[in-house]
């Protein structure tokens, strides 16, 4: 049965899915082709350009939509040879998922957690991989293909960005001529191509990539690469292609009945199960009346840890946890598995479960170099834009969670809670799609800082990504490092919530900040800034020439006149008096953490305090219990967290 308290946060656990690191190789590159001179990764200035526009000529592909579909895949980077989540190799992301997986060594990931939160039960799950001996998708071997029309070997393929290129180019000649079509050199008569090149096996998904891949085209593009490069398309704002091709490229249509997805994505229904099994218990979440009944404020972001088909198993067994929409790497595609109305198990927070709505993304935490698809970052950004609007949820990061920010709901939870996407998740890029970039919004003054490092610059030292103790790859990052002093040589910030001494570990948040959230500014000593944090100084370095944070003003908390400290929580529930005849009251616990009189943080909201009561199979026994304490959700360390608004006041940050 699942009535007492402890059960309330039962859709606290999300499995562990052993992490699986991709290779990490780099292979010293191969006599590039062409005839061009052999050359490291980093090559000339205009090496990658050239090696894009040699490919185009020998296959008669246009050299913009060569350039195009490789930014949409990959941005232009070739990862050092090193796989993405889904076995894509080089720029252009020829997929070769066996060989990803054959190479990919034993992974360090976090520990096991009961599937629901309760603390009766703790059932073990297989991995969310594809099992050795299935048949893989044609989206997953790509690089035979290329292989066999190119005559370079596979190896060659996946480690010289060059012979990757011109892999790319003959998978698009040969799309465009299975077609029909000739080997046109306007853009808009390989439409088709592009969509068939995708991988995908159904025409929305397909049309969804191509128009993607065009929307590159029209804009332009140009940025270093990671290995170097210059790499530039110039813009065409005017290109119309030719979208009935589509109609002629054989793909299936996908049945999109059922989502709640924008038009702009590919979608499709394949739902999580609302069943009961055994005796008292039930899977995989609770149905709802959402935003009716109570609103949705957040989106949380988290990554699979696990392949697609595996993780789609996954979600379809009623034993198991779920969550509201899963992203596939290669392309982008969405499947949604449980209805915005109903409450998903995702967060490890009951709270934050009842308040928001999950999206996975196919992807590995830990292994930095397992990248994620200029496609799906878009796909995701327009997903999370159109649920945005749809329930009125603010574009910031304390609305826009990942896994990471979550707050344990309770002390006991606060060392079980989940750190995904972690620190090579591109949050800078992400909110850039989602049309927010983070910016400055004041002078020296404002009294706060967004944390805003540049991501391919950034790379703090990680350890533990593939054995414990060992260095992650060197990798552009997200996340910024906190000291106790102002300087390196002092001790990182300790978290009194985790009583661990804080290590450099890819799963240790305990001294971390992450782009785009914002903290109040506690002092500044010379290329050194403090902030608020944890209930303490933490200082991150922020040189003016090249800063880790930009100023900002906004909305702070500190305790009320009177209070030299104030509790601070992982949920935000009702007084006890607020419950109803039959819904047991829920513990108003506060953390191991005080927000001490001087101290200041970021307000994120204020609601009142609110409580979901579905703890049965018989949804005529669900409430929503709704309180008069009022409750500020702040930025008060990685995670968010709440105080009670009776104990705070709240200010300008600039006063």
Known sequence: MRGSATATD???????????????????????????????ARGSAAGLQQAFAAAAAEYHVPQ?????????????DAHAGAPSVTGGYGPMHLTDARAALAEAPPHHGEG????????????????????????????????????ELTGLPAERLRTDPTANVAGGAALLAAAQKDLGEPLSKDPADWYGAVARFSGADDSATGAAYAGDVFDVLRTGAQRTTDAGQQVALAARPDLTPDTAQLARTGLRTLDADGTQCPTTVSCEWIPAPYEEFGEGDYGNHDLGNRPASQSIRYIVIHDTEGAWEGVLNLVQDPTYVSWNYSLRSTD?????????????????????????????????????????????????????????????????????????????????????????????????????????????TAEKNGGLVTIRPDYAANQPEYTGCVAAGEPCAAHGSSAVRLHS???????????????????????????????????????RDGDWTAIWYL??????????????????????VTPRKGLTSVPVYGRAYPEASAYPAGVPAQSVSPLPYKLLKGQRYVVGDKVPGQYYYAVTFDEESHKVVVGK???????????????????????QSAG
């Not at 010293?28 to 061009?36: N, R, V």
């Not at 100084?537 to 800063?547: E, H, L, Q, S, V």
């Not at 009022?630 to 200010?651: K, M, N, S, W």
Request: hydrophobic share 35%.
């Open 332 to 440: 982008g595609h969405i499947a949604q598995h449980v209805k915005a109305k109903d409450v998903a198990w995702h967060a490890g927070n009951w709270y934050v479960n009842a308040k928001s709505i999950g999206l996975e993304h196919e992807g590995f935490l830990a292994n930095p170099d397992a990248w994620y698809t200029e496609a799906m970052y878009r796909s995701s950004a327009r997903l999370v834009t159109y649920l945005s609007e749809k329930y009125d949820i603010p574009l910031d990061r304390q609305h826009i969670l990942g896994h990471d920010n979550v707050p344990g709901p309770t002390t006991g939870t606060i060392a079980t809670m989940h750190t995904d996407p972690g620190p090579y998740w591109d949050w800078g890029h992400y909110f850039a799609l989602l049309g927010r970039p983070f910016e400055a």
């Open 485 to 523: 002093g102002p300087g390196k040589s002092y001790p990182l910030i300790k978290d009194v919530g985790l009583g661990t001494t804080p290590t450099t570990g890819v799963n240790d948040l305990s001294s971390r900040v992450s782009t785009g959230q914002q903290y109040a500014v506690a002092d």
């Open 10 to 40: 039962r859709a606290a656990g999300r499995r562990r899915i052993r992490r699986t690191a991709g290779a990490v190789g780099c292979a010293a590159l191969l006599l590039p082709l062409l005839g061009a001179a052999p050359s490291d």
């Open 64 to 76: 913009s939509v060569l350039l195009g579909v490789s930014y949409l895949q990959s941005r232009w």
């Open 112 to 147: 096991t957690e009961d599937a629901r939160g309760d603390s009766a039960r703790t059932p073990v799950y297989p991995e969310a991989k594809v099992p050795e001996n299935s048949e893989l998708p044609d989206r997953l071997k790509t690089l035979a293909k290329a292989a």
């Open 535 to 556: 209930g303490q100084k933490a200082w991150f370095k922020n040189p003016k020439k090249d800063p880790t944070a930009v100023d900002a003003t906004g909305l702070v």
């Open 629 to 651: 304490d009022l409750y500020y959700e702040i930025q008060f360390g990685h995670r968010v967290a709440f105080v009670r608004a009776a104990d705070v006041r709240v200010g």
